[in-house]
Every structure is written in C-alpha cells, then in structure tokens.
C-alpha cells in the first residue's frame, strides 16, 4: 500500500466547499467520483484543509492510500472526467506516515477587493466601493503579527481545541486593479481571513481606530468582529510542507 498526495486547484464557486458534506456537492466529492470511475474502486482522500462554500484554492492538497501505482499519465485522465473548475495538478508519491493536514507547515491565503466596477472580477474578488485609508489598513495588518490568540475571528460551532495561529505575513497590497490582503500562518480557524478582511476594512473606513482593533483581538470574542464579506474574494494561494515530501 502505497500513499500519495493529489495537489488540486479550483474554481469553488458552485461548490459547498473543500470538504465532503451532507447534502451538497464538495471539491472533494468531485475529485473522489473521478478517481472512483476510473480505477473502478472506491476512494476516500483526506483533505489538508477546509475551505467554505465559495472559496477558490491555486493550490490545494489531498492525500489517499493505493494498492496500486499512480502513473503521470493517468492525471490526464482523471481531469478528463473531473468538470471543469476542479483541475489535479499533479500526484506525488510520498511516505506512508505523511499527512496532507497535519504535516502542513503554513497556508497562505488572498482576499481580492475592487473599487471600480469590472464584470471580469465579479466572481473573484468583492466589489467595495468605499474610499479606504491603505496606510490605516496595513497598520492593522501589521497588529495583527503581535498576537496569537484569534478567538475573535473564528466562527462559532467549530469544534478545534484552540484558538492559537501563528501570522507569519501579514499586508495589505495593490496589484492589478484590486486592494489584495495578503496572510500567511502555520493554521487557520473557521471564517478568520474573511473576519480578518472585514474588521480591517471597518479600519480602512475610518469605523473604528486601531486601539478599538487591539481591544477587538483581545476580547477573544467573536460578536465583535466583521465576517460579513463574501467568500468569492477569498482565494487559497498554497500549502508548504517540508521538503522530505518533495513538495
């Protein structure tokens, strides 16, 4: 028995998520069909991470155990039969011991916001209109490495068993037309970036100073922060393991 890591990308547009679910189709539901039709056996992949209803990933990973092996070739195949907006990238052959999720050393996430209207980035990044201050928004940004407890950005009805992430990278940029939030840690919890994004673009507004985020953060209560921004702006850019993985 041999295990091997899927790297995936997708659009996630019209899924419920990463993750297999009750009654709504998934990222991984799709991927599993494919694999399942084509080697005529069950699958069942482990994820590296959980994305929402609506969440795009460049880079996304599964892991699964197999019999037999895994050829280059077959990754043709199997995007043959995948629909369109989910394409396997590669699949790499790796120690039976490794784990997509919990050999993950960081994850790195964007969220995309446009101030003019362009129906090119309609189902991509979120349409806020709204003047900001960048030098107030990446001042939040930059608070945001001085803390490791974010109960305040995690949604409720999470079963984790704690609130601590370790923000590596943490800014605010403008590239191609769009104000892009740039972050990276070791993990993250249920609706962070999306609270994150939405409680700094309060910031940028001038709805509330950097001394109300600081005391936001420390509440380590999620009632106070912004997760009302939409999960199309909010792309998975990838997932770093260590080399002994080769990935």
């Not at 892991?63 to 039969?81: G, M, P, R, S, W």
């Not at 396997?88 to 960081?106: G, Y």
């Not at 800014?171 to 609270?195: Q, T």
Request: charged share 25%; aromatic share 16%; proline share 2%.
């Amino acid at each position: 028995m041999s295990r091997y890591f899927v790297e995936v990308t997708y659009k996630g547009t019209r899924y419920a998520g990463f993750q297999t679910q009750k009654n709504a189709n998934s990222i991984q539901a799709e991927v599993e069909k494919a694999f399942t039709i084509f080697y005529k056996t069950p699958f069942n992949l482990t994820g590296s991470s959980r994305t929402d209803a609506g969440v795009h990933a460049l880079q996304n990973y599964f892991h699964f155990d197999f019999e037999e092996e895994i050829l280059t070739a077959q990754v043709y195949n199997l995007n043959a039969i995948l629909p369109s907006d989910i394409v396997i990238k590669k699949i790499i052959p790796v120690a039976n011991e490794a784990h997509s999720r919990f050999d993950a050393l960081s994850r790195e996430y964007k969220y995309f916001i446009y101030q003019n209207k362009n129906p090119f980035l309609e189902d991509r990044a979120y349409f806020f209109p709204y003047s900001l201050n960048s030098d107030q928004i990446n001042e939040a940004a930059e608070v945001l490495k001085e803390y490791s407890d974010f109960t305040s950005f995690s949604k409720r009805n999470t079963q984790v068993k704690t609130f601590q992430c370790q923000i590596n990278e943490s800014k605010w940029i403008f590239e191609d037309g769009c104000w892009v939030y740039h972050v990276k840690a070791n993990r993250f919890l249920r609706g962070m970036v999306r609270g994150l994004v939405g409680t700094m673009l309060q910031v940028g507004r001038g709805k509330i100073d950097i001394d109300n985020f600081r005391k936001i953060i420390e509440a380590k209560d999620c009632t106070q922060a912004d997760f009302a921004v939409p999960a199309h702006g909010l792309f998975l850019i990838s997932v770093k393991y260590s080399e002994i993985f080769s990935l």
